[in-house]
């Protein structure tokens, strides 16, 4: 086992420090940035189904379900498709509306869900296309599936999902993409400009890592909090609900994941200056918005933690911490904002001593219903 952790503690941390690879491997053979091109077998094969498709039906559970709601903010701006995104045990028994022009994408790292299989197969028995993102090769929804993309990010043990979900955007975004181009809603300049930006990204996550000692010294600053708050807007809403997932399920704490305008339509009320609030602020994403958003947590004595763009000096002035990651265009943020909450949950962890890679009660696939 000590050799599989390649020198890690832990599995999460050595998970954690592979996504720069991992990333890279789920482009491999299909990201050809130099030439404009995006290659993904299963989307050319499919592609007049796509192009006629009215809408996308996300199924997922868990930390899946949270890529899938990036994806549904990415596939909408940019290849102008409606998008539902569902937690699968929700949508298999509510006798959903599924019809011929809908496609389903099943999201799942283990490809073993007992729910998301069940909800593939509600899917196909209505007669909906069903595509399938999954990392473990041949698993269950992987061959139950019409058609689908592996993300590749290569063996996933620690319990606590980490490089299975930022491949999984990465896999989302290189179909939202190629859709974008085929259906002509992003123009062939803004395309290339897209995949320039898009193969910066390895590189750009190993920037946001560097953080890691800071992240550690905040992590010894609040590991005996009760609750969090993670808060989050657009594109790097569902990031909020993945950090608060990620510190409830490896380190006990409650904590709650929202998107950052609902705050004043009620946690507002829990914050004092026991409350750490974690803030995705990067550049552009609505950023005076959320900048507004510190100034209320701030006149309410909260704890602020800002993940900021780097060089970001307004809500430095602000925030008790902040945690840079590198610019980017802003629907790619969540691949960096997402890094400095994982090793935020994970030093909180260890700090506190808790089985990091195999936390109570948890199992690393829920194959039960
Ligand atoms: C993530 O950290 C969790 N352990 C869990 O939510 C997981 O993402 C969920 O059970 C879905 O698993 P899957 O991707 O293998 O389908």
């Known amino acids: 086992e000590q050799i599989e952790k390649g020198g890690y503690e832990h599995f999460m941390l050595k998970e954690i420090y592979e996504q720069p690879s991992a990333i890279q491997d789920t482009f491999r053979g299909r990201l050809l940035a130099n030439e404009a091109i995006i290659k993904m077998a299963g989307i050319e094969d499919n592609m007049k189904k796509f192009l006629n498709a009215d809408r996308i039906i996300v199924v997922a559970c868990g930390t899946s379900w949270h890529a899938g709601l990036v994806s549904e903010y990415i596939f909408e701006d940019l290849a102008r498709i409606p998008v539902e995104v569902e937690y699968a045990s929700e949508f298999r028994y509510r006798n959903p509306i599924i019809t011929e022009k809908d496609i389903v994408i099943a999201i ?3 490809g073993e869900t007992a729910d998301t299989l069940a909800a593939i197969k509600l899917a196909k028995s209505k007669g909906a296309f069903v595509f399938g993102v999954c990392n473990v090769v041949g698993s269950s929804i992987a061959r139950e599936s019409d058609a ?21 955007i990465t896999v989302l975004t290189l179909m939202a993409l190629r859709l974008a181009r085929a259906k002509g809603t992003i123009s062939s300049s803004d395309f290339r400009h897209h995949l320039i930006e898009l193969e910066l990204i390895p590189e750009k996550v190993k920037k946001a890592l560097e953080s890691d000692a800071y992240v550690k010294t905040i992590a010894e600053i609040y590991k005996d909090a009760k609750n969090c708050l993670y808060l989050g807007r657009g594109f790097n809403f569902p990031v909020a609900l993945e950090g608060a997932l990620k510190l409830k399920e490896i380190s006990y704490i409650h904590a709650e994941g929202y998107p950052a305008a609902e705050m004043k339509h009620g946690p507002i009320a829990l914050i004092d200056e026991q409350m750490p609030v974690i803030v995705i602020a990067t550049k552009k994403g609505h950023y005076e918005k959320v900048v507004s958003n510190i100034q209320e947590i701030k006149s309410r004595k909260g704890k602020i933690i ?3 763009t780097e060089g970001d000096e307004s809500v430095k002035g602000l925030a008790d911490h902040v945690i840079e990651v590198p610019e980017s265009s802003e ?3 969540p691949l960096l904002t997402t890094i400095p909450l994982q090793l935020l949950s994970y030093h909180i962890a260890v700090k506190l001593g808790k089985n990091v890679d195999q936390p109570r009660n948890l199992a690393k696939s829920v194959t039960v219903e």
């Open 306 to 308: 800002g993940i900021v």
């Open 148 to 168: 689908g993309a592996y993300t590749h990010a290569g063996p996933e043990i620690g319990v606590a999902s980490t490089k299975a979900f930022t491949t999984q």
């Open 331 to 333: 629907f790619l943020t």
């Open 108 to 110: 799942s790292q283990s």
